[in-house]
Every structure is written in C-alpha cells, then in structure tokens.
C-alpha cells in the first residue's frame, strides 16, 4: 500500500466549529491554525523528490566508479510503507467510546428530565423577594428554620447546634 498525499483536511472544520463550547473557542481556533499551517507547509513541498542527477556526480567526484556504486545501492534501496497494525485496535476502542457516548447520552437525557421536574417546581413558586417564611417553610420544610418541632440557635447552622458532631474531628483521647 503506498503512501497516499494529502491535498486537503479530512476535518470538517464547519461541522466541528458548531459543537465547540464557547468558552473552548480560542483553543479551537489555534489548533485549526496549526492544522491549517501543517497542511500548506506540507503542499508547499513537491509530492516526489527530486531526481538525482548522477552524471553532475561522475563529473564532479574523482572516482566515478564509487559514484556508480552509490547509484546502485541507491537504486536497491526499497523502503516498504509501514504496514497498519494499528487499525483494529482504533475501530474496536471507537466503538466502545461509541457505546459509552450513547450511555451517556442516556443518562443526560434523565437528568436533563429530572432538571426540568426541578426548573418548573422552581418556577412555580413564589418569587423569593415576595416569599414570606411561611412561604419558605412550605417549599422548603428541611431547610427552614421550625422554632417549634426544631428549635436551633443562633445563626442556625448545623455547626453552632449543641447535639452537632464534626465528622471530620480526630476523636480525643483523655
């Protein structure tokens, strides 16, 4: 198999440009730069090497014979293509990543429905400007503060409770 030249990006640059976020876009932008810049360095060169001219050699070179032997040798050269070992293994990995995209792909679809269950009852309620504390306790009954069933003190954080116990703490020993 021979080496194929490359003439233009494989990469739909257009197609990839969409899917970038926005905050991603200066990087996106450099690496298409780079991309951009391989590619004309590499149409800039010619897709074969020159001739070598054999007979400027012999003219130059006192021993002509030694420079007929190094076209020989140069002529015997045979330098194979690399055979793609590698193929398989990226087809396999890309259907695996594949499999895992459409998982994920799932599982976001879940949250996103769970997220807009969560953004209508937000959206249901009562401003929070206009929310009295009843108001807070009936949307939010763990969070709100219960001087009756559940007195605290003062500021109300779990830390400043009497019966609060730091999970974090080394315990001590006396």
Not at 108 to 125: E, G, P, T
């Amino acid at each position: 198999m021979a080496a194929k030249r490359i003439t233009k990006s494989a990469i739909n640059w257009a197609a990839l440009s969409e899917r970038v976020p926005e905050h991603q876009r200066p990087q996106f932008l450099a690496f298409k730069t780079k991309s951009d810049g391989y590619l004309r360095r590499v149409l800039a060169n010619p897709e074969k090497a020159p001739a070598i001219d054999w007979s400027f050699y012999k003219s130059k070179v006192p021993l002509p014979a030694m420079v007929d032997e190094f076209q020989k040798q140069y002529s015997a050269i045979s330098i194979p293509y690399p055979p793609d070992t590698v193929k398989p293994q990226l087809d396999a990995l890309e259907k695996e990543i594949k499999s895992d995209i459409e998982k994920f792909k799932a599982e976001s679809n879940v949250r996103i429905q769970d997220y807009k269950k969560q953004l209508a009852h937000i959206a249901s309620l009562i401003p929070y400007d206009q929310m009295t504390m009843e108001d807070f306790r009936d949307a939010y009954p763990e969070d709100a503060i219960d001087p009756i069933n559940k007195p605290t003190f003062w500021p109300h954080t779990p830390e400043e409770q009497h019966d609060y116990v730091d999970k974090d703490a080394q315990p001590t020993h006396h």
